[in-house]
Nanobody, 117 residues
Framework: VQLVESGGGLVQPGGSLRLSCTAS????????MSWVRQAPGKGLEWVSE????????DYTDSVKGRFTISRDNTKNTLYLQMNNLKPEDTALYYC???????????WGQGTQVTVSS
């Protein structure tokens, strides 16, 4: 099982980034997928989830209306489109998988997002 995030970087407030998470070693379309972030000196924060079929989408309140999660099961890839980025979005962003409502059992290595002027 491997999850590899990409697409992070340094962006000014108000800017946009698109994160990707490429999966391998398992049947991607069977699993719910989430984005989870960790800001410097803070704990893990769940950001968004999408179910195995591409529905059941949910977001933490602080990103609603700015972030969009999606997936392409033909490409084994999860996405997070992040618009109108704020300094408080600065974090290491991880993708994670879980089977139905069970706990997350596999994580990527993370991609750094830094929002600063």
């Amino acid at each position: 099982v491997q999850l590899v995030e990409s697409g992070g970087g340094l962006v000014q407030p108000g800017g946009s980034l698109r994160l990707s998470c490429t999966a391998s070693g398992f049947t991607f379309s069977y699993y719910h997928m989430s984005w989870v972030r960790q800001a410097p000196g803070k704990g893990l924060e769940w950001v968004s989830e999408i179910n195995s079929g591409g529905g059941g989408i949910d977001y933490t309140d602080s990103v609603k209306g700015r972030f969009t999660i999606s997936r392409d099961n033909t490409k084994n890839t999860l996405y997070l489109q992040m618009n109108n980025l704020k300094p408080e979005d600065t974090a290491l962003y991880y993708c994670a998988r879980r089977w139905a409502e069970l706990p997350y059992d596999s994580w990527g290595q993370g991609t750094q997002v830094t929002v600063s002027s």
